[in-house]
């Protein structure tokens, strides 16, 4: 499945949105994937994640278990982890950190891929990361459907897109003025637990 295949499941889902968007880590964009409305398609949602999974093992070879930063991770890690054959589990955020919770727990040594659904700048990404290390996982690289920095994002490990494509993010003191014009808003869901 290549970037446009990718892009063009988003558009036929009316999720690739234009406007004034605030993203989760506080950047301002003029495009939003809506990645709910693609999730929320049982076919097209496996469509997506059965290609990552054969990306993953293509790329980082197999793995134990897959781990997602809840809430927007949660649909793709568990139904790529159907497709890697292995078990979905998820972080969720805890006095202001991810912590595994629910009974979910890592064996030491377990080949662990982080699978998460967007990747803008990477925090989210990280994060999850440093909750898996911290329980003792090995995490062998990352995976994601769409990577919307382009490459420029840094995870810390190898990162897995089964999508790529550069769109543009501004600092809010950096919001270019026909942005600004625009209304904005805010469909993140970093700031829900805030």
């Not at 892009?7 to 003029?30: C, D, I, T």
């Not at 919307?148 to 089964?162: H, I, N, W």
């Amino acid at each position: 499945m290549t970037s446009e295949d990718v892009l063009a499941e988003f558009r036929s889902a009316g999720a690739l949105r234009e406007g004034h968007f605030v993203m989760s880590a506080g950047q301002h964009s003029p495009i939003f994937l809506q990645k709910n409305l693609v999730f929320m398609d049982a076919k097209r949602c496996e469509r997506l994640c059965k290609a990552l999974a054969e990306k993953i093992t293509a790329e980082l070879g197999p793995v134990d278990v897959a781990v997602s930063p809840a809430v927007g991770g949660i649909i793709p890690g568990y139904e790529t982890a159907r497709h890697l054959g292995v078990n979905s589990i998820y972080v969720e955020r805890e006095a202001g950190g991810f912590k595994f919770r629910r009974g979910f727990h890592l064996e030491p040594g377990q080949r662990v891929v982080m699978v998460e659904d967007i990747v803008t700048t990477g925090l989210s990404s990280r994060e999850c990361i440093a909750a898996i290390r911290e329980a003792g996982g090995n995490v062998v690289g990352a995976a994601c459907i769409v990577d919307r920095s382009g490459g420029a994002a840094d995870v810390g490990v190898p990162l897995v897109a089964l999508a790529s494509l550069k769109v543009p993010a501004y600092e809010p003191d950096a919001v270019p003025p026909e942005l600004a014009a625009i209304p904005i808003e805010d469909p993140g869901s970093r700031r829900l637990s805030k």
